[in-house]
């Protein structure tokens, strides 16, 4: 039976489509819905199974007998009207309202987005020019010294911020005739690292390690303040100070040592200064490359026409909290909602305060889908093997987990989704190129007419594409 389908756009490339069914249709779903529940049931004077059509619905009303199947017949009806009408939605359609008499679905069908380049390859960006700064390798070298400064013993007079090995003891004297001194500290070996921001009790401590050598002793009197916290406020004692070592937090020399000690492939100081260059100079090349990227994408969006439905925005806002989670979970954090649910967040506001970056990355995404379109560009199996060879390839210095974690790789990366994944990378490369070399004005190639499919090519995308649909009736839910 042909159903009653009608379609009206709707705002943000939605569309509402009613779906009609047959009354025969309706009225045969309805019998088998009675005998289903008279199946169940037993009702007064008949047995089970035996209630007539219109006893079933005297009993359990006709609404009841509608909810038996409305939500399977909306999945079945839904389906063939997509068929039907040879509509292919971006996404899974929204049920937006169920009436009876006749039985009619109303439907919002979000559509596949609408890209319009415009003249895309008059577009035009400055490259801009990049180059390592003179004091940026010094930078970098002293960033080297900092990670590989130590403790080293000095010669001199101490510092604030040395460490000292000491041997101190200090006594309070007896107060009255007779009385033992109190010893309050008697330590051998003991490191102290005076410090002026914050000094140690009682107050001159570290003052009076400043200036000691190696070797040296002091008898200094301390007394602490009658307000301090210690046992022994408001008395002095003497402190005996012996100096065995002073150490000093230094950064090693910058010499041809220094650099074979940082990169054995770099044994003297110049060529560690050439490396680290280099290094530079390809970070700020690539740093430069991907803004220089988003800055043309950014440039094709404002001459091009777009038109897309509010799920492409959803489907960003998903994707974007799956890569959050994964990053969780590389810091031992499980789920998601779990992080919310521990650091008293909510999951809807964190969403929501997404939204206008997703919308910014999936208009650009877009542009990029449509570029690999217009531009025609593709993937070989070879560029997809190629590729795989070197993500999968085993360095020879590899630990047994790391051995574990490239073999369960190489099994995902060549599987057929796996090779999908690599192959949607490539393709995306291949589109910030061009789009780089667009902006840029490089000579591009000339692109091949496009070709209309035929009717049966038409016929038989549709027919596929039928068969895979979203349900209306899981979208409502």
């Known amino acids: 039976?042909?159903?009653?389908?009608?379609?009206?756009?709707?705002?943000?490339?939605?569309?509402?489509?009613?779906?009609?069914?047959p009354k025969e249709r309706v009225d045969q779903e309805l019998r088998k819905a009675a005998a289903a529940v008279a199946s169940q049931y037993r009702l007064p004077g008949f047995r089970k199974g035996k209630a007539p059509y219109h006893i079933v619905v005297q009993q359990f009303?006709?609404?009841?007998?509608?909810?038996?199947?409305?939500?399977?017949?909306?999945?079945?009806?839904?389906?063939?009207?997509?068929?039907?009408?040879?509509?292919?939605?971006?996404?899974m359609a929204a049920l937006e309202n169920v009436t009876f008499d006749p039985l009619t679905y109303t439907l919002v069908l979000p559509m596949e987005p609408l890209v319009d380049l415009g003249d895309y390859r008059s577009v035009r960006v400055d490259v801009p020019e990049t180059s390592v700064a003179s004091d940026a390798v010094d930078e970098a070298l002293d960033h080297l010294r900092v990670e590989h400064a130590s403790w080293q013993e000095v010669e001199g007079p101490s510092a604030y911020g040395d460490m000292l090995t000491t041997d101190v003891k200090s006594v309070i004297a007896p107060v009255a005739e007779g009385d033992e001194p109190i010893v309050v500290l008697d330590e051998t070996d003991w490191d102290v690292t005076p410090d002026a921001e914050n000094p140690m009790d009682p107050p001159g401590f570290d003052e009076a390690l400043i200036g000691m050598q190696k070797g040296e002793t002091k008898e200094i009197v301390l007394a602490w303040p009658a307000d301090s916290k210690s046992i022994n406020a408001g008395k002095e004692a003497t402190f005996t100070i012996t100096v065995k070592q002073i150490e000093r937090y230094q950064k090693p020399e910058l010499n041809d040592e220094f650099a074979a000690l940082v990169d054995a492939e770099a044994p003297t100081l110049e060529a560690l200064r050439t490396k680290l260059g280099e290094g530079l100079q390809a970070s700020q090349a690539e740093e430069a490359a991907n803004a220089y990227a988003t800055e043309a994408i950014d440039a094709l969006l404002k001459v091009a026409t777009l038109e897309y439905p509010p799920a492409v925005i959803e489907d960003q806002l998903d994707s974007m909290l799956r890569d959050y989670e994964m990053q969780l979970r590389q810091v031992g954090i499980e789920s998601l909602a779990g992080f919310f649910e521990q650091t008293g967040q909510s999951m809807d506001?964190?969403?929501?305060?997404?939204?206008?970056?997703?919308?910014?990355?999936a208009e650009r995404n877009l542009i990029l889908s449509e570029i690999i379109r217009a531009e025609q560009l593709k993937v070989s199996d070879e560029e997809i093997d190629?590729?795989?060879?070197?993500?999968?390839?085993?360095?020879?210095?590899?630990?047994?987990?790391?051995?574990?974690?490239?073999?369960?790789?190489?099994?995902?990366?060549?599987?057929?989704?796996?090779?999908?994944?690599?192959?949607?990378?490539?393709?995306?490369?291949?589109?910030?190129?061009?789009?780089?070399?667009?902006?840029?004005?490089?000579?591009?190639?000339?692109?091949?007419?496009?070709?209309?499919?035929?009717?049966?090519?038409?016929?038989?995308?549709?027919?596929?594409?039928?068969?895979d649909e979203p349900s209306a009736t899981e979208s409502a839910a």
């Open 1 to 21: 039976m042909t159903l009653k389908v009608t379609t009206a756009p709707r705002e943000g490339r939605q569309l509402e489509m009613q779906i009609e069914v």
């Open 61 to 91: 009303g006709l609404a009841n007998l509608y909810g038996e199947f409305v939500d399977s017949l909306g999945d079945e009806v839904y389906k063939e009207a997509l068929a039907q009408e040879n509509i292919q939605p971006y996404a």
């Open 349 to 361: 506001d964190f969403r929501e305060s997404l939204r206008e970056q997703a919308a910014v990355s």
């Open 386 to 467: 190629a590729r795989v060879a070197e993500m999968v390839q085993i360095p020879d210095d590899a630990d047994e987990d790391a051995l574990a974690q490239f073999t369960s790789m190489q099994g995902l990366l060549k599987s057929s989704y796996g090779r999908a994944l690599v192959s949607n990378d490539i393709i995306r490369e291949k589109a910030v190129a061009r789009v780089q070399a667009i902006a840029r004005g490089d000579e591009l190639p000339e692109l091949a007419a496009e070709v209309e499919p035929t009717a049966e090519a038409a016929a038989e995308a549709t027919s596929s594409a039928g068969a």
